[in-house]
Each structure stands twice: as structure tokens, then as C-alpha cells.
């Protein structure tokens, strides 16, 4: 099987050093890509489940856009009513009709949720739940969980990263997924003093396996904060329209105040929301936040054309099939050659490695191997698949995992 | 001259309050809208200088969406390259081509401009300033001046707003513009400790009038800071690509460290821009900054196109022409109802107000009267003028701010 050249991807990136901080910067980075050698940088195009990158190289995507991407590039149905905002209004002096529609959809669809509030990207609504949840309880401090990703704010960063100060984080603790007894200790030490909890629905760190809810841990998680006072915040940027249309934590079985959305819930056109019960409204209403691009159509109109068509299709399930075939066919190859591959979370934003491999080095060259000749992996972070992806994607992708697996060998 | 009727603006209105915190929330929110009466809530459609609402009232717009639109609304240059490199791609796994040009163009356009780095919204770059600015310096404190609007994230707050705490903003300094023994005496009192200092390129609050910077004022700040050390971040937000393509800072005659961009730079797609030069390009490199729409490619082909629209038409001057026009005209019609005008600012987003109005009601009223009739105009905040507004659009607002002078008499 031939592998890919990236010459064009090289010669765009060393232009883009020259003018832009790092090249591109992290998170799509070039480092998290390992060995950074077998993947493109810039991509040209992208249809249903798969892009071209600006050397011609196709690749089956299980990135999707790190997410955003769920019911295939260039999906008919989200692109017309997008294309048929954008041709009325976008950005405008005022608010689109479209966003009414957008709030009643998400109330609708969203078991918890008595209304939205949209913005941009993940971040501004993580934040907002922070400041509704401080203004609600009037307390300070959060928990968020160790590993959990909540955006780039400081807030969310280590002290020790790079401009990021002690005090930007000084009212967040840091609490462990899955354990009851370092919540209940939290709590203890806090008596009174935590506005909210934020976190994830399954824990889906980067570098680590991904981690579901002990039974009953959630459940036990509610009462607590409920006993407390302590305002739910689940984080759904990554999750959202994956796991459960009507919320994740439906799946899991407990009720939050507030749910963060973004990525996926319009296909990848910009946009996120807060959704959150009637118990807490009028605390959302008080805060003062906004955003210049905070009221465009476009994204607002994909977005329900997005929700409808995943639930129109029954993408979740879909989603959900596709990726244990994907799970069960990869584990089946890399047992064929005397592998484990250890694959966690949900099936459709499965975490994968392969197990005995305590530097991660074989993992990474089987991940390089297989986007070199076309599958797009990476190592680090949990992969995503979309409604887009095909049998015969599949087909091709065991076809490209049996080649990557071959040339280990060789390496 | 017939007033409008906002039947259908209510109607969704009401049906917004049941599913959105405020119904519309802050910003262009009817709050500040006064008297609420005269304005609509939703747009319906927009073209060149004009939006239409759900009722079908026409409006020569005024706010420009709050500052995005620039080169008018739906400029076929701009929508064109919007449109192309969307059916290519949007948002994907990876980079689009077009970030290296859209970089090298700001590089090429913006003077101090070695590098810039992308976001969503325009509080996405001025933390980010912040940021690279502690990295740079490995000092905490920044100063910022009252008044000044710089987004909605906690620090930009003042700690007595609903869910903002104190340790947000323990480390921003207010200071005052055009003061310059405010700013010596807070670097006095703070030696050694201020690690930047972000400020629009010149005053342009909510309520009061704008103030343009005195005579060597700031080159007497760039001279204080480059002996302190200190980082001169500018936030154009609001002022970029309508006072001076090349940074507003080439017409006021200094040389900042780092420029924030969003708005007007992609004619309402949403995107913003950190601009900086090469001595703090490695702190920026440092900082863990990113999102999930962050590297979506149509708003940076239409911020190619729009930059380039403005370069090749001259916007900048045209703009400002059409807003002394705008201004000189307004004012003789006040004169003649025996009023003065007070206008402040930049002509191409002028702050406008009656004189003798201590309540601010006469302003209001007759803004509101000048709404009503399709010439739409805020009390408390910047106008906008964009390209697309010609003298058919001066003319008819003429009429329609005489019309509102005499109807103001019956009031």
C-alpha cells in the first residue's frame, strides 16, 4: 500500500511559521501529532467522512474536526438551510427569528433544558455556567475534575502554564472522576463554599483511557450537590449530539442544572449554548455576557437543521454501531498480529491504544502508519466518527489498519 | 412620514422570554434600547447599508451589527470568497490553506504586524493579550482604563457584576485615559509589577461622549512603558479597518506590542486576531491558547476579502467622509430646531448626543422618533458607518431626522 508525501503541507507550514506563532498553533498542532513526520497539516477539502488534504491525500476522518463534524462534511440538508440563512441575514443589529426556533428546538430536545443561551465557542459557555452558578449560590469555589477539558481560559489551565497566574484559578478545586469519597472530603473542607461542580459525563482525558461512571456514581453525585446546594454543570462540548440527543445525562441516569454544548451541535458552522432548568434562570438572566458574532444566523440555522437531521436519522445509534464495528474490527486485526488494543469510552468517541506499550511509541507508529495510508488517527486523544462513515469506510480502514500493522514489523 | 409597527418583533419576543434568559440578552439587547418602543428585536433580512425585520420595516443601519459589517451587508466580493471556500471546506481535521495568506496579509498590512494568531471572538484576543503579556514580562499586574470595554470574561468585569468574584480582576488596574500622571502614579505605586497596559487606540465609552487622545499623549505612554518594560496591547475591536487599515495607532502615531482585532475584519463572519510583532512572538508561542472553531476556514477567506475590498476601494476615507457628511448634516438640522449636537469620535463611528440633555431623554426620544422612520440610531452607543452607505441613504436620513425634530416637538 503506498503511504502519503506531504510536500505541500511542508512548504505551507514553513511559510506559516514566518507569520503565525508556532506554525499553527496547539491542539491541531503539529505537536500532539506523533510521529509528526506521517501527518498533513493543511487541509483542501472534505466531503462526507473523509478530506483531501492540500497534496491530493484522502483520509478517512476520525477526527471530525476534533468533534465538531457529526453528520458528514458537507451534509446536504445542514448546508442548505446554512447557505439559505446566510442568503436572508447573518450577523445583523438585531437577533435572527432563527435563534427562537434554535432555543425552542434545544427545549424540546434537551431533557433538562428550559432554555439556551448561545455564544461562540465551547469556552464562553463553560465560563458562563462558572459565573451563573457563583451567581445562584452566591459562592465562590468550583470542582472540576483532574484531567477534565473545559477550554483555554485560565481558569481551566495549571498556575504553571504559561501566563497563567495563581489567582486566575485560586476558587477552582481540583477533584478526582468516579471517586465519592474525594467529593464527600471536598465538600467537607468547603462546607458551604462551592457554588458548582463541572465535569464531563464519562471522564475522556487526553493521554489516558477513557473512563465511564461507576454504577450509581452519578446518582450519588446529584444527591450530594443536591444536599449541598451545589449547583450540576455537565460539560457536553465533546459529547454533545454523540452520545444522547436528549443529553448524556440521560444515558447516565441523574439530572444537572446546566449543560454546555458546541462542537457538533451545528456540524461544525461556530456556535455553542448553555441550556439549564427554570430553577435557574433568572441567575443566567443577571449575568452580563455577549459576544459580537453571539447572535449570527447562520450557525444558529445549521444547528437546528443539524439536531433535526441526527434525530431524523437516528445518527446516535448510528454513531454508535458504526464505532463498536470499527472497535471489534481493529481488535480482531491487532490480535491477528499478537496485539491487544484496548479501546474505551463510548463507541462513538472511542479512546484507543494498544495495550504493553508503556512509552506509547508503538501505538503512535501504528496511529502514523495508518494515516499515512489514509485513516487518520491519533494517539493521544479519543477519536471521533460521524453519521458519514461507511461500510466501505470501514472496509478500507481494516484494509489500511492490516498494512500499518505489517509495517511495525519493519520499523 | 408613516411610523413602524413591531407586531411580529413582539410576537417572537414572548415566545423568546419562555426558552432564553432575557429573551435577547445583553448587548443588543432591548435594555439599552430606550425608549424600547421604537426599535425591533429581529432582523429578517440585510443588504448593502440596510436590514429589514420581521415586520418588513426598512432601516438605514446605523450600528453596522455593532461594528462586524463594514463593506455592507451581503458585498458580493467578500460573500463570493466566503461561499468558494466553504464548498471547499469549513471546519476539518487540520488548517485550511487560507490562514497562511490571511496571516500574511495582516503581516503585510497591519505595521507592526510580524504575526497573527485567529480566534472567534474579540474577548478571545484580549485575554489571550493578557496572557502573552504575563508570559513576556513574568509579572501579573495590567492595567486597563475605565470605561474601556474589553470583552465579557470575568477579568473585564468590575467585581460588583452578577457572578464575577473579586479575584477575577485582583490583578487589573484601573487607570484613566488621557491621564498621564494617573498612569505615572500607578507605575510608581506598582514598580516593576505591571506587566501590560490595554487601551482602545482611543476613548470610546457607553453613555458618554468619545475622546480622542490629547497631543503626545501617547507617545508619552509609549515612552513610559518601553522604560518600564510594560506591554502596550491596543484593542481595535471596535475601531479596526474603520479608522486606519494599517492600525489605528499609525494615525495616533505610536508603536503598541500587541493589536486586538474582530469585528469589522471579515464583514461579520466571525473571527478574530491577535496581532503582534517579533520581540513577543516566543511568549506567544508559550501561551496554551485554542478553540474548536478557531481554525474554520470561511471567515478567514472572507477577512482576505474584506481587507483587501477595503485597500482597493479606499474605505477607510470613504467612510470617514460619508460620516462628516453624516455629522455636518445632522447637526444644521438640529440647529434649525434649535438644538446643538454634540458628535465625538471617529467620523466613521461617531458618538452622537443632543447638548443640554442632562436625563438623556431628548437624545433618547429623538433617536427613537429617527428609529421609527427608518434611520436606525442608539443613544448610548458608537454609531457605525460602513462603505455601503451613500448620499440616497444621507439624503432620506436627513429627512427622516428633520421629521423626528418636529415630531419630538409634539412629545
Redesign the interface.
Known sequence: MKTYNYKKSRE?FE??V?????G??????PAPLIPIDAY???????DGSR?I??DGNE?I?Y???????VAG??NKNI?KAA?EQ????????????V??DL??E??NTITIA????FA?????VT?YS???A??HTQR?KIIRLKGGYH????WT?SPD?????F?DA??IIIGIFNDLDNLRDIIKKNKGEIAGLISTPYHHPVFFDSEMPDPGYWQEVEKICREEGIVIIVDE?RTGFRINVNGANETFGFKPDLICY??AMAN???ISALVGTNEI?????????????????M?MAASLATIRELKKTKGVEKMKEFGEKLAEGLSKLAENHGHELVVSGHPAMPYVRLADDPTMKLHQNWCAECTKRGA?FTSHHNWFVSTAHTEDDLKKTLEIAEDAFNALKKL
Open positions: 505551507l511559510r506559516a514566518e507569520v503565525i506563532p508556532n499553527i498553533y496547539v491542539h491541531y498542532s498533513p497539516f493543511y487541509v483542501e477539502s472534505a478530506f488534504d492540500v483520509f476522518d477526527m471530525c474536526g476534533y468533534g465538531p463534524m462534511y458537507h448546508d447557505i446566510l442568503k436572508k441575514v447573518d450577523t445583523a443589529t438585531g437577533a435572527p427569528a435563534m427562537v432555543a425552542e434545544l427545549e428550559d432554555w439556551a443561551f461562540k465557542n465551547g469556552n464562553d465560563t462558572l459565573m451563573v457563583r451567581e465562590k477550554g483555554v481560559h485560565p489551565q502554564h504559561p501566563g497563567v497566574l489567582e485560586e476558587n462540548v458546541s462542537k461544525g458552522y461556530p434562570k433568572s441567575s443566567a438572566s443577571k449575568v452580563f455576557y455577549t459576544g459580537s458574532f453571539w447572535f449570527s444566523a450557525p487518520y
